[in-house]
């Protein structure tokens, strides 16, 4: 029946594949249709038969803050990497969902657009990144966005504010209620000073490679930092570096990091990330809180 009706629809699709190069911990995930829209429209219709059919379905971005638990993902991925236009006018960016935030952050900061310098390293597209408030530096972009264009449940298009997003630490209204999807949104940046902006980028660049572990497969960092303390530094001091569950390894590079060091499982991850918290817990007595999401 999904079949059928993705075929009757002329929408481009792709059966039983794997989805190894859509998700950066590069797992091997055979997933039942890869679906990818071309159009607003051809989003709504989509959506709109898979619900009225009760259909398994997942909206995914770039896939860099994700963790497919199963080897199946028995229903159908949709990807909106083709809703990728954006304008950029005065101070303000208009974007769609599948705009790669570090082509964005690239492309203000050419123009001497401030805001975006701390997403210039942040491999995601900016849909998914609003729905987590993807952050880095102390800065998120929740500080930028002015609203989001949203398919509601009912499949009708509104406009969020910002502060109708619900925003927090790498949390948003979108976050919790799935049946809302990003379409586009708006961001307010300002007027800086192009040398300035690209020397900020350049140094933030240079500390990543030497701080983030960029040889292996991983999703970003695994947990929230508790206030007042650092994720990484608890796991470090856990003496859990280097510690290997299956396929997955805590980096030795940075603690909160999970690389897929030898074709790891999403399972493997999954075990390795529950047994981070226990001894954080049990050490410390601190809940690591997951900022990466659990996909079944």
Not at 93 to 120: N, V
Not at 239 to 264: E, P, Q, T
Request: a positive charge.
């Amino acid at each position: 029946m999904i079949e059928n009706f993705i075929k009757s629809s002329k929408i481009e699709y792709y059966k039983d594949v794997s989805l190894k190069h859509y998700n950066t911990y590069k797992l091997d995930v055979l997933v039942n249709y890869l679906v990818f829209v071309n159009s607003k429209e051809e989003l709504i219709k989509l959506v709109k038969f898979l619900k009225e059919t009760k259909a398994k379905f997942l909206v995914l971005g770039n896939g860099s803050n994700v963790i497919f638990k199963n080897k199946v993902y028995d229903g159908v991925i949709i990807k909106l990497d083709k809703l990728n236009k954006y304008i950029i006018k005065d101070d303000r960016i208009e974007a769609e969902a599948g705009c790669s935030l570090i082509k964005l952050a690239t492309s203000t900061a050419l123009i001497g657009l401030s805001g975006l310098e701390f997403a210039s390293g942040i491999p995601g597209e900016i849909g998914a990144s609003v729905a987590m408030n993807a952050g880095a530096y102390t800065h998120s972009l929740s500080e930028v966005v002015e609203s989001v264009e949203v398919l509601t449940p009912d499949n009708e298009i509104v406009t969020m504010t910002n502060s109708e997003c619900s925003f927090g630490y790498r949390e948003s209204f979108f976050k919790h209620n799935h049946n809302y999807i990003i379409i586009s949104c708006k961001c307010n940046l300002t007027v800086g000073e192009k040398k300035e902006i690209l020397e900020l980028i350049s140094n933030r660049r240079i500390r990543r490679i030497k701080s983030q572990p960029l040889k292996y497969p991983s999703a970003g960092s695994v947990f929230r930092n508790p206030e007042g303390m650092y994720a990484g530094k608890l796991i470090e001091d856990c003496g859990l570096k280097g510690y290997k569950l299956g396929g997955a390894m805590v980096s030795l590079k940075h603690a909160n990091f999970i690389v897929n060091f030898k074709n790891a499982t999403g399972q493997d991850i999954v075990d390795l990330i529950n047994k981070i918290r226990r001894l954080v817990k049990e050490k410390y007595n601190v809940e690591l809180v997951l900022e990466q999401i659990i996909i079944d």
